[in-house]
């Protein structure tokens, strides 16, 4: 079984719309990220958080929320989804310590109409 | 502010070729570290490889090698012999003491290799 995983992995939906995103680790991790992919800019932060009661804001967090229910799940929210948040979203974890390797998620392609 | 440059958009070789994919980064912390990510076609993201700045050691992993020279700040990923199965978007990421493991991506490179 994966140890990152996000679902949905496919998203459709229309401007306007709440769209949650959500992610689950068995790696024990406390550290937990979102990303999206767009293509030529690689990948851009939205938010992380180190532990259960910590988040921050990434590069990108303007039109976006998360919630840390547990160490285990880390959802991503679009609260009004727009057409420039179509991407690929990434979930990662990484143990606690300085730049410690990222394990990424599947990932999960929404597009926004 | 931390920044990753991979100038090389896309990049076409034919099976058993030797490539490069070229890294440049720019930070003003003397203490960083660097990675190379894969994605594969199937769209998940394979981590290859971390450098710490202190370490200016070349890396050699079977077919990859890895070249780090902090005089010209770059990080740059050697694939010798090159197969069908190295196809894939790679990515050089660079964090800082500073920035936590808070990784900053370049705009990644996309390896096609011909049989």
């Known amino acids: 079984d994966a140890d990152v995983t996000q679902t949905p992995r496919n998203r459709i939906t229309k401007t306007g719309k709440r769209i949650m995103l959500e992610c689950s680790q068995t790696k024990g991790h406390d550290r937990m990220y979102w990303y999206r992919q767009d293509p030529g800019l690689g990948l851009r932060l939205i938010y992380y958080?180190?532990?259960?009661?910590?988040?921050n804001k990434g590069e990108i967090s303007d039109g976006y929320s998360v919630s840390r229910q547990a160490q285990a799940k880390f959802s991503l929210s679009l609260e009004s989804a727009i057409p420039n948040q179509t991407a690929l979203y990434f979930c990662?974890?990484?143990?606690?310590?300085?730049?410690?390797?990222?394990?990424f998620g599947p990932g999960t392609r929404l597009t926004v109409l | 502010a931390q920044k990753v440059t991979q100038a090389q958009t896309e990049i076409s070789v034919v099976e058993k070729e030797d490539v490069t994919l070229d890294c440049v980064y720019e930070t003003r912390d003397t203490t960083y570290y660097l990675f190379w990510y894969k994605q594969p076609p199937s769209g998940e993201l394979v981590f290859l490889i971390r450098?710490?700045?202190?370490?200016?050691q070349n890396e050699i992993s079977g077919r990859y090698s890895w070249n780090f020279q902090k005089s010209t700040s770059s990080f740059n990923f050697t694939i010798t012999a090159s197969q069908v199965v190295d196809s894939a978007v790679y990515f050089c990421a660079l964090t800082t003491d500073n920035a936590g493991n808070m990784l900053t991506f370049g705009g990644g490179t996309r390896l096609m290799v011909k049989p």
């Open positions: 958080s180190f532990d259960v009661k910590d988040i």
């Open positions: 450098r710490n700045s202190f370490d200016e």
């Open positions: 990662a974890t990484s143990d606690t310590g300085l730049a410690l390797e990222q394990f």
